[in-house]
């Protein structure tokens, strides 16, 4: 992975000034991918995600939020917050 190497080590070398800037960049990339994800779903869709140990989540979306995605588990009613809409999958199954 060369070019994260190089990433790396140009982070390290360069100014508060220019780390700031960085910094800046990365949260506007980021931001710009989640509201990517969450242009993906409506309210009212039916999703699924891993939750690692306890398996894989079906639910409905029942809010979204810039930041967060609120998923209503099936069956059980249990609500999950989802910092990461990109975890999100479309269901066909509730």
């Not at 000034?17 to 980021?30: G, N, R, S, T």
């Not at 931001?31 to 639910?59: C, Y």
């Amino acid at each position: 992975m060369k070019n994260f190497d190089e990433i790396y080590h140009a982070i390290m070398n360069c100014s508060r000034e220019d780390l700031d800037h960085i910094i800046d960049a990365v949260k506007v990339k980021d931001k710009r991918l989640r509201e990517e994800a969450t242009g993906n779903f409506s309210v009212g869709d039916f999703v699924q995600f891993d939750a690692g140990r306890r398996g894989t989540i079906r639910g409905e979306i029942t809010k979204i939020n810039p930041k967060t995605v609120m998923v209503k588990q099936t069956g059980k009613g249990t609500n999950w917050k989802i910092h990461d809409p990109s975890v999100l999958k479309l269901s066909l199954v509730a």
